[in-house]
């Protein structure tokens, strides 16, 4: 952690919370985290909150009043297509994303290498959805003929689409 002017170098990326836990009391629960995603970057030796993209005053923060936990330094990264982070293990992935900037940039740690425990936990995921998926699919297909054979019969009252 940091919280000295200090300890801050050009391009680091920060997680953040109010040093003050009186504040978080005073403006009820997440209000003081409003219009902020928690995410620093140190930017021209200033911390700055990334909610708002352009900057501006409202996004700059004072490293006494927070508390930091350091994630990376942009020096040490690589920018990546968020459609590659699957491939890597979470903690080589450091992505700026946040409710104000869905396009943020996603960042991979220099040297890091596809995982293959990452990769199969992935695929089995979406292995399993697919079988739901087709379950789901086989039970529709049952109810649908089911109600194609009423409707020929003359029931419709009793088919509900």
Request: charged content about 30%; aromatic content about 8%; hydrophobic content about 35%.
């Amino acid at each position: 952690m940091a919280n000295a002017q200090t300890d801050l170098r050009e391009g680091d990326i920060y997680r953040w919370r109010w040093a003050d836990q009186k504040r978080d009391a005073d403006c009820g629960p997440f209000r003081s985290y409003h219009c902020k995603s928690q995410i620093a970057i140190v930017e021209n030796g200033h911390l700055r909150d990334t909610f708002w993209s352009g900057g501006g005053s409202d996004g700059w923060l004072d490293p006494t009043q927070v508390i930091l936990t350091f994630w990376a330094n942009l020096a040490d990264l690589n920018e990546i297509s968020k459609h590659e982070a699957v491939y890597y293990r979470h903690e080589d992935v450091v992505d700026l994303r946040h409710s104000n900037n869905s396009r943020g940039p996603v960042y991979l740690r220099k040297g890091a290498e596809r995982d293959a425990g990452t990769m199969l936990a992935l695929i089995e995921d979406r292995l399993d959805k697919n079988r739901r998926d087709i379950e789901w699919a086989q039970r529709h297909i049952e109810q649908l003929t089911k109600d194609a054979e009423k409707v020929r019969a003359g029931k419709l009252n009793e088919v509900c689409l």
